[in-house]
T-cell receptor, first 114, second 113 residues
Framework: AQSVSQHNHHVILSEAASLELGCNYS??????LFWYVQYPGQHLQLLLK??????LVKGIKGFEAEFIKSKFSFNLRKPSVQWSDTAEYFC????????????FGPGTSLSVIP | KAGVTQTPRYLIKTRGQQVTLSCSPI?????VSWYQQTPGQGLQFLFE???????NKGNFPGRFSGRQFSNSRSEMNVSTLELGDSALYLC????????????FGPGTRLTVL
């Protein structure tokens, strides 16, 4: 069965620190990969996605993620976090067809201390 | 375009009751997915509807059911509520499902007493 794991349940960083959130997926076929973010009191929204091509994808607010097929990983990175990045981050995967469902990881809560 | 709307936003029920939640997708979106969000579990996929047909289903008991109407609005129903059903229920819409970016609603917070 498809599954997505996220390495950290809760991460606490100081402003300007670098961020890397780990994500591993299990689907053995070709995949689409996503990072979604849920800011406090707001809807879940897309941060970035990988469908094909360059394995390094850039998203909103300075976030990027790297798809490493051999490691089944799609880690999220940001070189310098801000207090406003405090949020819950979810990694997700799906197959390539419209009939595939999207499977989410358990989420990582990020707290950025000013 | 208006976003995904969900009603009601908050609901309190007692064990054994049933509940119906509603989701109106973004105009033009034909796929609606439902998720249960709980602390530590993240988002658990319930089911997806596309053009009034259930196209995918997660690993939830039969007490959880849903449907989609011709205008793409969707409802989910939970019968014989249990304490463990307390959660935030999110719906997401996409133009066609699967590979598309999902647009989430604010969720319905269900509390079962």
């Amino acid at each position: 069965a498809q599954s997505v794991s996220q390495h950290n349940h809760h991460v606490i960083l100081s402003e300007a620190a670098s961020l890397e959130l780990g994500c591993n997926y299990s689907y053995g076929g070709t995949v689409n990969l996503f990072w979604y973010v849920q800011y406090p009191g707001q809807h879940l929204q897309l941060l970035l996605k990988y469908f094909s091509g360059d394995p390094l994808v850039k998203g909103i607010k300075g976030f990027e993620a790297e798809f490493i097929k051999s490691k089944f990983s799609f880690n999220l990175r940001k070189p310098s976090v801000q207090w406003s990045d405090t949020a819950e981050y979810f990694c997700a995967e799906s197959g390539k067809t419209s009939y595939d469902k999207v499977i989410f990881g358990p989420g990582t809560s990020l707290s950025v201390i000013p | 375009k208006a976003g995904v709307t969900q009603t009601p936003r908050y609901l309190i029920k007692t064990r054994g009751q049933q509940v119906t939640l509603s989701c109106s997708p973004i105009s033009g979106h034909r796929s609606v997915s439902w998720y249960q969000q709980t602390p530590g579990q993240g988002l658990q996929f319930l089911f997806e509807y596309f053009s009034e047909t259930q196209r995918n289903k997660g690993n939830f008991p039969g007490r959880f059911s849903g449907r989609q109407f011709s205008n793409s609005r969707s409802e989910m129903n939970v019968s014989t509520l249990e304490l463990g059903d307390s959660a935030l229920y999110l719906c997401a819409s996409t133009p066609a499902g699967g590979t598309d970016t999902q647009y989430f609603g604010p969720g319905t917070r269900l509390t079962v007493l």
